[in-house]
């Protein structure tokens, strides 16, 4: 390169050499960009968005929630004890054999003599015990854990009600802010057109310049809320991917219904219906009135100890001795030795365990009575905040419809009046910006109104996870 008379730069004759680097140069950049197509395809594979619906997300949480696989272990490791318990009352049998061989000296049976020889040994045995009265601790253990086992497949009911509530309220989270988005992107197009407006008419003089940067400006603010809204949205799905334990480097499309297609009817509910149907099915409540008789079953048990337990056992057995006389089958025969016999056992100090365990069991038995008395207060608690909660929900349904239909009214009014010069960009910007607020208080709203009806179903212990997310 290089400068002719008038200054200006201009390009010189390439050389060869320079030529050639062009020419390595463009070979490089085509391999970089097919090497660049080759993996960016998979990955543009990898990316491709699951459509999930919301029966899909309860199933895949009932399937996968971390929860829910302990609370079914802890299942199944209860009714392994409760097996346990049961073969309690079943006889053992055991069988044993050996095998010896002694160095020494030894009395000879044939002289009457000491001598120095090695003998041979072999012997066998097979016994079996069974309780035949046991101050009836067995059968207080078995009825104790049968009951542990029934109230751990009500807290196993529960654990899945929780989850499945979850999955409502994050899933209803996503739809919200999903919403919001379009709510937003609406006020976006809207105030890009009253933008473009205000500049046609400054450009024909009927508006002053400070109304299209102040028009500028609320574009820009509006840009923003659509673009906090977006945030909001992928925090929305990232708790609900959690929730559902999802792999998180897929993209999901959890599908709704439309707001306009989302149902909307009102439920009459009664106070003290709603508490006594939930004292009757909470299965929480069911779980804690089991582990009350489990705890009672443990005092029983505990009692056993001081009375007397009979059991009954037998055995037989044989052997064999190569300083024996006879040879091994004979040996096994004559040597046979069977035996029966009752065994009673009568506790007379055990040192106060029996007393200390008694008593302990008693306040076990107590703090179960107890967490039962404040579950029940819990309950109705939570039912009674829940029905005022959903009162609340249906009165907040009824009054922004109202504001978003007088909203936007008064949006297309101030419209027309900005248009014919008859109202200032102030009062359009702020018409405008209640009627976003009300849409986006409007879908608030009809999203609360379906939770807090959910709400109401989980405190009664009613929710159905095979249930549409809005019915």
Not at 449 to 458: G, K, L, S, Y
């Amino acid at each position: 390169m290089y400068r002719n008379m008038t200054g200006r730069h201009i390009m010189s004759s390439p050389t060869p050499f320079i030529l050639k680097v062009l020419s390595l140069a463009v070979g490089r950049a085509t391999v970089l960009v097919m090497l660049f197509f080759a993996f960016a395809a998979p990955n543009a594979h990898a990316q491709q968005v699951r459509d999930v619906s919301f029966n899909e997300a309860v199933q895949i949480a009932l399937d996968k929630n971390v929860t829910i696989l302990r609370a079914q272990n802890n299942l199944d490791l209860q009714e392994l004890t409760v097996q346990s318990e049961r073969m309690d009352f079943l006889p053992n049998l055991s069988f044993s054999s050996g095998a010896n061989r002694n160095y020494g000296l030894q009395f000879d049976q044939t002289t009457g003599k000491l001598v120095n020889a090695s003998n041979d040994g072999f012997n066998m045995s097979a016994s079996s015990s069974i309780s035949l009265f046991a101050g009836f601790s067995n059968v207080a253990t078995l009825k104790g854990a049968r009951a542990t086992l029934e109230s751990q497949e009500f807290s196993y009911e529960r654990t899945r009600q929780t989850v499945v509530f979850n999955v409502i309220s994050n899933y209803l989270s996503v739809i919200l802010a999903e919403e919001n988005i379009r709510i937003r992107k609406e006020d976006v197009e809207s105030q890009t057109k009253l933008y473009e407006q205000i500049d046609e008419f400054v450009r024909v003089g009927t508006r002053a310049i400070s109304d299209l940067y102040n028009q500028q400006a609320t574009l820009a603010n509006a840009e923003l809320q659509l673009l906090n809204a977006e945030s909001n949205f992928q925090v929305s799905k990232t708790r609900l991917i959690q929730v559902l334990h999802l792999d998180p480097l897929t993209d999901y499309n959890f599908l709704a219904p439309d707001a306009d297609e989302i149902p909307v009817k009102a439920r009459a509910y009664v106070p003290q219906d709603l508490l006594l149907a939930a004292f009757e099915r909470r299965a929480d409540l069911r779980a804690q009135e089991l582990s009350i008789d489990a705890a009672e079953q443990n005092i029983r048990s505990a009692k056993s100890g001081s009375l007397p337990s009979l059991s009954l056992s037998t055995s037989a057995g044989t052997s064999y001795s190569s300083g024996g006389r006879s040879d091994f089958n004979n040996q096994l025969t004559d040597n046979r030795s069977e035996r029966i016999g009752l065994n009673l056992s009568v506790p007379i100090f055990s040192r106060f365990n029996t007393k200390r365990n008694i008593e302990a069991s008693k306040v076990q038995y107590a703090n179960a009575r107890l967490d039962l008395e404040n579950l029940q207060q819990s309950v109705a608690i939570e039912v009674r905040q829940a029905y005022l909660d959903y009162q609340t929900a249906v009165k907040r349904l009824e009054v922004t419809e109202k504001g978003l239909q007088a909203s936007n009214q008064a949006l297309q009014v101030e419209q027309e009046r900005y248009n014919v010069g008859a109202s200032t960009l102030v009062e359009l910007t702020q018409a405008r910006t209640r009627f976003v607020d009300s849409a986006s208080q409007r879908a608030q709203a009809l999203f609360q109104f379906h939770f807090q009806h959910r709400v109401i179903e989980f405190y009664l212990g009613t929710l159905d996870p095979g249930q549409p997310l809005f019915n």
